[in-house]
């Protein structure tokens, strides 16, 4: 089975009514259109599923969601996602355009009136059990280490998707070296600080996280941790790496092979 990983979307609909706030992130709202090279690639490659790392769009306003499921339709492929802390945020409160301000469960709510669920699941794909942790506040839900070391103590090939990527002091070393003004209560689990070590360490092959916007790769405890850049190209900001999409071959020998494109 080949799964395409793709990082952040920050997808943010022409339609959405807080014109300010669309203004001040112009680089997210005008991003959209080079999301068709991120499409072409991933057509080119047919992979089986598609596994988004959160934050599909840049806040949450019922039009960024439909434009950013109009979007994933173009992949003509399935494909699931792990929330991110910009699926639930919303424009400063200072923009008079909007006029609700739903709370974060009512917004999860809205997603999954669209099909999308984002909490903790475990899905078996050909011999490789993929597990997508829901992280969005640099935290995880009360009872996520007892059902991450239930669920990796088979045999099968563990690999964990998770926007916000775990704390260990490998990443957070390597955060640091490439921007080292990142405030790690934000940029790692900080809030789930013993994560890697109760449920994750000798358990996981791969961890795969976004939420950085920039590419990187470092191992703990024999566990690699991958980060994915930017899905698609930023309009007039460049993030390293953006627009790259990664693809993990389940049927290779020995740990699953990864490609970065
Ligand atoms: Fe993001
Ligand atoms: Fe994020």
Request: net charge neutral.
């Given at each position: 089975m080949r799964i395409a990983?793709?990082?952040?979307?920050?997808?943010?609909?022409?339609?959405?009514?807080?014109?300010q706030w669309r203004e001040q992130r112009r680089h997210f709202a005008e991003a959209w259109?080079?999301?068709a090279r991120t499409v072409a690639h991933v057509r080119r490659e047919s992979p089986d599923l598609v596994v988004f790392l959160g934050d599909l769009v840049d806040y949450y306003s019922d039009e960024n969601r439909d434009f950013a499921l109009n979007q994933l339709d173009a992949l003509k492929s399935?494909?699931?996602?792990?929330?991110?802390?910009?699926?639930?945020?919303?424009?400063?409160?200072?923009?008079e355009a909007t006029t609700e301000r739903p709370e974060a469960k009512e917004i999860r709510r809205r997603w999954a009136a669209r099909g999308v669920a984002m909490g903790n699941r475990a899905i078996a794909c050909d011999g490789v059990r993929l597990l997508l942790v829901d992280s969005p506040n640099s935290s995880v839900p009360e009872g996520t280490v007892d059902w991450l070391r239930r669920e990796t103590d088979g045999s099968a090939r563990n690999i964990l998707i998770t926007h916000v990527?775990?704390?260990?002091?490998?990443?957070?070393?390597?955060?640091?070296?490439?921007?080292?003004?990142?405030?790690?209560?934000?940029?790692?689990?900080?809030?789930?600080?013993?994560?890697f070590d109760e449920a994750v360490r000798g358990r996981v092959e791969t961890v795969f996280s976004g939420h950085l916007h920039f590419p990187g790769y470092v191992?703990?405890?024999?566990?690699?941790?991958?980060?994915?850049?930017?899905?698609?190209?930023?309009?007039?900001?460049?993030?390293?790496?953006?627009?790259?999409?990664g693809i993990l071959d389940t049927k290779a020998q020995g740990p699953a092979t990864y490609r970065a494109l």
């Open positions: 990983l793709i990082g952040d979307l920050h997808f943010i609909s022409p339609d959405d009514p807080s014109r259109p080079s999301f399935p494909w699931l996602v792990t929330p991110g802390n910009h699926d639930f945020s919303l424009p400063a409160e200072s923009d990527p775990l704390k260990t002091p490998e990443m957070a070393k390597y955060i640091l070296s490439v921007e080292p003004q990142r405030d790690l209560r934000k940029y790692v689990q900080s809030g789930a600080p013993s994560l191992t703990t405890g024999g566990t690699a941790m991958r980060l994915l850049p930017l899905g698609l190209c930023a309009f007039g900001k460049t993030y390293r790496g953006q627009g790259g999409i």
